[in-house]
């Protein structure tokens, strides 16, 4: 997701320790970013830092809040873009889950990486990655529930469990064949379903 310029092009500065953090935070790995590799990143100072995030489990859940919205509006895309003809939004989602899990520099999906990190269930960090997962759940159901599928909650957990392991499986396997892999998996769910 791109950041809102300010004026003269620059980003916000709240954007822009996002930005910083965001990169750092999926190639490193969250515990092993310190405040002040971000800090260093983003040329400021600690004052300018704690000002906008006073902890840094603040930056974290800004930075997965950020990646829920850019999900969020890649489906909302998706369907618009197709009319709302459900099984083209699958297919869709599944192509940019393929995409990118092809793109250089994947690591996989931000929210298991956070949650394998935070493993306390009442961490703010676990509560934001649990909101988002019932978000995605709760949009598949309703898609599901559109094109008739009976057993709509029991069909997006699998769909649910599907993305991980495409997700998984883009990075450590081969991610060439990732999106069509889901899309056909996925496909077999519905039929089992119908």
């Not at 559109?146 to 991610?175: F, H, K, N, W």
């Amino acid at each position: 997701m791109t950041p809102t310029p300010a004026r003269g092009g620059v980003p916000p500065m709240r954007q822009r320790i996002i930005e910083a953090a965001a990169e750092l935070f999926y190639t490193q790995g969250i515990r092993a970013i310190s405040a002040e590799k971000i800090i260093a990143k983003v040329g400021i100072t600690k004052v300018t830092f704690y000002r906008h995030f006073p902890t840094k489990d603040e930056l974290i859940v800004a930075y997965l809040e950020r990646r829920a919205a850019w999900e969020r509006g890649a489906v909302e895309a998706a369907r618009q873009a197709t009319g709302g003809h459900v099984s083209e939004v699958f297919r869709l989602i599944a192509e940019g889950i393929g995409a990118e899990s092809c793109s250089p520099g994947f690591r996989g999906c931000p929210f298991i990486n956070a949650a394998a990190e935070y493993a306390d269930a009442e961490h703010p960090v676990r509560q934001v990655v649990d909101s988002h997962r019932r978000w995605f759940k709760a949009t598949l159901e309703e898609m599901l529930q559109e094109i008739g599928v009976t057993d709509a909650s029991s069909a997006a957990d699998q769909l649910v469990m599907l993305r991980d392991g495409a997700m998984v499986a883009g990075y450590l396997g081969d991610p060439q064949t990732v999106g069509q892999s889901l899309y056909n998996a996925g496909r077999a769910v519905l039929e089992f379903h119908r």
